[in-house]
């Protein structure tokens, strides 16, 4: 079963950038969607941005010109580089696959999250 494992979260200061990165413990098809979420507590989990198999990338209005997501489909990673970070960035953030030519549970993956946190 293929895993997804984040890291790079931590506590910022309003204004600063983090990279955030996450790598899958197997190999991922170069067709799945890649993307990021957040969640806050008491808060449904929300897209922050997903980057497609061309390299096309979605943004949530939140964060759009702010936030930059990549994937190396060599290294199966995507990553997300929040930048000119505010306080209402402050969230879990889990990393997310939609493999759709795997089934059951291999076909939507998350990982464990890495929380941001923003100081004013």
């Known amino acids: 079963q293929v895993q997804l494992v984040e890291s790079g979260g931590g506590l910022v200061q309003a204004g600063g950038s983090l990279r955030l990165s996450c790598v899958a413990s197997g190999s991922i098809p170069s067709s799945a969607v890649m993307g990021w979420y957040r969640q806050i507590p008491g808060n449904e989990r929300v897209l922050v941005a997903r980057?497609?198999?061309?390299?096309?990338?979605d943004y949530a209005a939140a964060v759009k010109g702010r936030f930059t997501i990549s994937r190396d489909n060599a290294k199966n990673a995507v990553y997300l580089k929040p930048n000119d970070l505010k306080p209402e960035d402050k969230a879990v953030y889990y990393c997310?696959?939609?493999?759709?030519?795997?089934?059951?549970?291999?076909?939507?993956?998350w990982g464990q999250g890495t929380q941001v946190t923003v100081s004013s």
């Open positions: 997310n696959v939609f493999n759709p030519a795997a089934m059951g549970t291999q076909r939507r993956l």
């Open positions: 980057v497609s198999a061309t390299g096309g990338a």
